[in-house]
């Protein structure tokens, strides 16, 4: 198992079974399986099963995202999830959802089942080579991912530019890189202080 910044996971073995609980954040986890002994992930609204398999975990504010590097897991709603007030179709829905390698599903409270999508799975797992990577991403959503990271945090001070398509593959830990960057696109401006990183329009 590995923890990306600012996550954390309780871990329970048993006789029966490996459980890990993702708190916050975002791990990465390389499985050997064991038929007698299931290895579960509870995140958020979901709860993955392992098949055998490599894949990646990530809380965000209002859902789970789980992504297959190898091999498969099968995905379904956390036990912790009240499906009491569940509409009938959620009542209808299949347990769980198999996701094959190259496979991403996000998982939302209320929204079940959830359809999975082919994704680029070694991008997503980029933070384990200390990297991150944008393809035609907004740059507020490139800040924030930075901000996980940067030791100074950055902030795009003027709103036209939160939309700005940023591509590219930057390092978790050179912010310099990504500064110069960002002042080598047209239009941008980027301030540092002793505080904060300030990216506006000149």
Do not use: C
């Not at 958020?44 to 894949?55: H, K, N, P």
């Amino acid at each position: 198992m590995h923890l990306n910044t600012d996550s954390a996971v309780t871990i329970r073995y048993g006789k029966t079974e490996r459980l890990m609980m993702l708190i916050s954040g975002q791990a990465g986890f390389e499985v050997a399986h064991e038929p007698d002994r299931a290895f579960r992930v509870i995140a958020g609204a979901a709860e993955v099963v392992d098949l055998g398999t490599r894949f990646d975990v990530r809380l965000e504010h209002d859902s789970t995202v789980v992504t297959v590097v190898e091999g498969r897991v099968a995905v379904g709603l956390s036990p912790t999830v009240d499906t009491q007030g569940a509409n009938s179709n959620q009542k209808r829905s299949p347990l769980t959802v198999q996701l094959n390698a190259g496979q991403q599903l996000r998982v939302a409270e209320g929204e079940w089942p959830a359809t999975p999508k082919a994704v680029d799975a070694e991008s997503t797992i980029a933070w384990l080579r200390k990297e991150i990577v944008f393809d035609h991403e907004p740059l507020d959503h490139v800040v924030a991912e930075f901000n996980r990271y940067a030791a100074k945090p950055i902030e795009v001070a003027t709103p036209a530019l939160r939309n700005l398509q940023i591509s590219g593959v930057f390092s978790t830990d050179d912010t310099d890189a990504f500064i110069a960057f960002l002042r080598s696109l047209k239009g941008v401006q980027v301030e540092v202080n002793a505080t904060q990183i300030r990216v506006t329009r000149n």
